[in-house]
């Protein structure tokens, strides 16, 4: 339906109620963020339908008439009115809008149960996308509200604004070939497997959980030499199973099997300090009561990958 033409237009009373407050046409356009000549016709416009002077203005003074001081009451009424309708109206639209989940790469969460059952829940009944980057990434993205929370591994720096809980641990195990020597434990040391090359991640990947690794190799002298991990877990693991090298590898990721490959599991003490810390971050303050009960849901106990090294 298209506007009456008896009524004022928003624009109109914008003008009205801006002179008004400030008394001064310089200051109420500024205000505006447009020039004088437009708030004018604006204001001359709506004196003009309700077929009344609202402001007296001359060169010295702006003051409102009667009608004006009346119709400043009413104008402001509408002004908020409409505001506060489409102040709902967005945080309506906010509400329902999708809930865009980041998940770290790295990690396989159908190994982790309670968070891949919420994860699944909440993608099935929430409207929510799942989104897999690097854990530094994710953060990036979340601090910039590009993503509504991410589920990460290791991170060097938690921006300003952003919450975090640990939700899970996924420890590493060696994989490597079925015809290596140290295969026949089922428990393996890692100075007793230094002469075998690594497939290692490049730093930049993540410096916070490189770094922490790095540490402990030189803590117990595992310094082997090092070959650039594949960005494809299938090619890495054809490689180990073909005899080029090994792999250190969260548990997570072991449901994906490989003939000529085996997993072993590293002594308790190593298993403790090279597990991957996994968290769940958020932004504080956050207003979508979806988004909230989510948080909660996830926060709710620490989990461990469930894999069975064999």
């Given amino acids: 339906m298209p506007p009456s033409p008896r009524l004022p237009t928003v624009k109109q009373l914008q003008c009205f109620v801006a002179v008004a407050q400030e008394l001064n046409f310089r200051r109420a356009a500024q205000r505006l963020n447009m020039s004088q000549p437009p708030l004018s016709r ?19 003074r702006v003051a409102l008439t009667g009608a004006g001081q009346a119709f400043l009451v009413e104008a402001e009424c509408l002004l908020n009115q409409l505001e506060a309708a489409v102040a709902t109206r967005l945080a309506h639209q906010e509400e329902i809008r999708d809930i865009r989940i980041g998940l770290t790469s790295v990690l396989d969460f159908s190994q982790f149960p309670a968070l891949h059952k919420t994860l699944t829940q909440a ?3 929430q409207q929510a996308r799942l989104e897999h980057d690097y854990s530094k990434h994710l953060i990036e993205r979340l601090a910039a509200s590009q993503i509504d929370l991410a589920v990460v591994g290791e991170f060097e720096r938690l921006p300003a604004g952003l919450g975090i809980t640990h939700i899970a641990t996924d420890p590493l195990v060696v994989a490597l070939p079925a ?3 140290a295969a026949i434990h089922d428990v393996i040391d890692l100075p007793d497997i230094a002469d075998t090359p690594l497939y290692w991640f490049p730093r930049p990947d993540n410096p916070a959980f490189f770094d922490r690794c790095e540490a402990v190799f030189s803590a117990v002298d595992y310094q082997p030499p090092r070959l650039a991990e594949p960005a494809d877990h299938i090619t890495l693991l054809a490689r ?19 003939v000529g490959v085996v997993y072993r599991e590293l002594p308790p003490t190593l298993q403790r300090r090279l597990a991957i810390d996994i968290h769940l971050v958020w932004r504080d303050g956050e207003q979508r009561q979806r988004v909230r009960e989510l948080i909660e849901a996830l926060s709710c106990r620490v989990e461990h990958a469930r894999y069975r090294v064999t």
Avoid at 42 to 60: G, N
């Fill in 42 to 60: 604006q204001v001359h416009a709506l004196e003009t339908l309700l077929r009344t002077r609202l402001i007296d203005r001359d060169t010295h």
């Fill in 123 to 125: 993608r099935s009944h």
């Fill in 179 to 181: 015809q290596h020597p």
């Fill in 240 to 258: 180990i199973a073909n005899g080029e090298g090994l792999a250190l590898l969260p548990t997570s990721m072991l449901a994906a099997s490989r």
